[in-house]
């Protein structure tokens, strides 16, 4: 259920989100769950457009985003059509256009609400947007002129000479480097936020326009005296889905001609030329020339690289999956334990399916006797997964340890089922464990569900940890005494290179599995303590542990909401003592009978009973709040 959604009250919101979708669900899907993510604070609705669709799009939604409001087309309108649609159901004061094959980032939605609302001037934003690979999408741009179809991105001379000045000035997204906001003369509405009261002002999004569309709308934009503004801290990833299929590739190949019909329109609605002037006919003989070798080209393209797309990344045809993953050359298998964790799971492998790595992977999914249906969703969601079913709870470390065994890559990537990759994690990881023999893991740089840096790196725990460090009552009271910031060492990821630590967080880390075998496995005993002490082994072992800050995942940190989980979070608080006593025993070398066992057991009680009287509390106020939101799910769910 998405946050501050008010789908189905009825109620004005600030922010309507319009997606319209044509046979997209599995991008679609991603798309939604990015917003189940990531809400925006401002009171919002999601609204998808239907657009004919043939696979299933409209029970998926309504089954697993119940919130979102499902407007269904007659029959296939197109994506203009489906998006004024939208707009005209639209609740919201701001409406936010949004292609149904791109995944918001944390605080998109709402920095693009507030920049509108603090410059007047501004009657658009649109935000940065990154291929699936981490790259820069060229979606910022000048308003198409002749200059732009000489020197443009899709030009012949900017083919071979891509750096020209003329082509740099069309192409403006380079100008994100500068973190301030900038004007643009269009930005692609795969995500751009416009305020409703303009739109109905200067028309909606103009059907005979499929390509354009963006532009057309920006250019009347700027026409009203209102600027078009990009807004770089706002970022999306922007899957640019368009099928791989030979049935799709005649309609890319018709899209060439396409484009250059709705060039030609645009010059005609935005010239002012007559359409006697010979300015008209120059244009149109320059288009319909550059439109015959551009489809020539396109074809040659097509037809070359069809039976590559019909082909995985692993080099396989997708039937024969189950027999390539056989094979004893993975690169890296991706470890995912659950226990009753459905949703988080689902969200997991989703952005595995999204940013699925270039190198050879299998991915082994180990359910742990969950009863939420957990492993019926990965059987008929995520079939090209592995799943093991446990007959009872072994916890995360057998459950772990279980598929560590059955690995077969070369690296073992260690993945929480409440992370969400970034695009390239996985291949910067494994890279990085390439080209440094002396390393024996590493881990990604973890985000917190706002954005914010987590606390994922830190160096080897001590006593001088158990007193100063994160979880230490000192360091609430003196949270930047140097004794805590020489165990936190998340604040060396600014500067960008990637460093030796004590360890790294198993929710995002990857070990050679030949150094498994050395050191053996995951210690089941130590609990909230298996990555130090992994990492503490490795270190023994003449294998160091790197922090590698250009791989980036998402950790929400799930800790659920409901009595059952309260319960165990209790427990947890248990057991992160006895993990902590387990790992001191293990590694500080003294016999059974030392006093300093008898000084660490006494500071562990101490430390027990404020944690436990903390947790208790935390728990105790949190339930007003878990049942006012069940009885608001269960409000929404009979309104629906």
Known sequence: MMDKDTSHTGAAVDVSVVIPCFNARGVLQSCLHSFAAHPPARSFEVVVVNDGSTDGTPDMVRERFPSVRLLNNPRNLGYSRSSNHGIAESRGR???????????????????????????DAGAAGGILYNSDGSLQPSVKALPSFRAALFGARSFISSWWPENRFTRRELLHWKAAQAAPFPAGYISTASLMLPKALLERIGLLDPQFFHFVDADLCKRVWDTGARV????????????????????????????????????????KHSGTPPWHPMNVAVLAGLSSRCVVAAANQLRHEVSSGIRQSLSRGGHVPAFQNLAAAAPDVDVTMVVANYNTRAMLESCLL????HRPRRRFELLVVDDASSDGSSDMVQERFPWAHLTVNRRNLGYGRSCNLAIE???????????????????????????????????????????????????????PTLRSGIFGARSVLARWFPNNRFTRSELLHWKAAHGQPFAAGYVSSASLMVRREDFARVGLLDVRLTYFNDADLCRRLWESDRRVYYVPEARAIHHNHKGGTLVTLK????????FHLGAFRYFRRHS?????????????????????????????KDLAQMPLLILDRRR????????
């Open 94 to 120: 701001l409406v936010h256009l949004l292609n149904s094959d791109v995944e918001i980032l944390p605080g998109t939605i709402d920095r693009l609400a507030d920049y509108l609302d603090e410059h007047p």
């Open 229 to 268: 503004m990009c807004v770089p801290d706002a970022r999306t990833v922007h899957h640019d889905h368009e099928g791989g299929s030979m049935s799709s590739l005649s309609r890319r190949v018709g899209s060439v001609s396409m484009f250059h019909a709705c060039a030609y329109r645009y010059f005609r």
């Open 351 to 354: 952005s595995i399916e999204a």
């Open 406 to 460: 059955q690995a077969r890559g070369r690296y073992v990537y260690l993945l929480n089922n409440d992370v969400e990759l970034l695009p390239g994690v996985v291949d910067a990881l494994a890279a990085f464990l390439d080209g440094h023999a002396d390393a024996g893991g590493a881990g990604s740089m973890l985000l917190n569900s706002d954005g914010s840096l987590q606390w994922s790196v830190k160096a080897h």
């Open 568 to 575: 165990r979070r209790f427990r947890s608080v248990v057991e």
């Open 589 to 617: 070398r003294t016999p059974a009978w030392h006093p300093l066992n008898v000084v660490v057991v006494a500071g562990l009680l101490i430390r027990f009973v404020p944690s436990l009287l903390m947790q208790a509390a």
């Open 633 to 640: 799910v269960a409000g929404a769910a009979e309104e629906g």
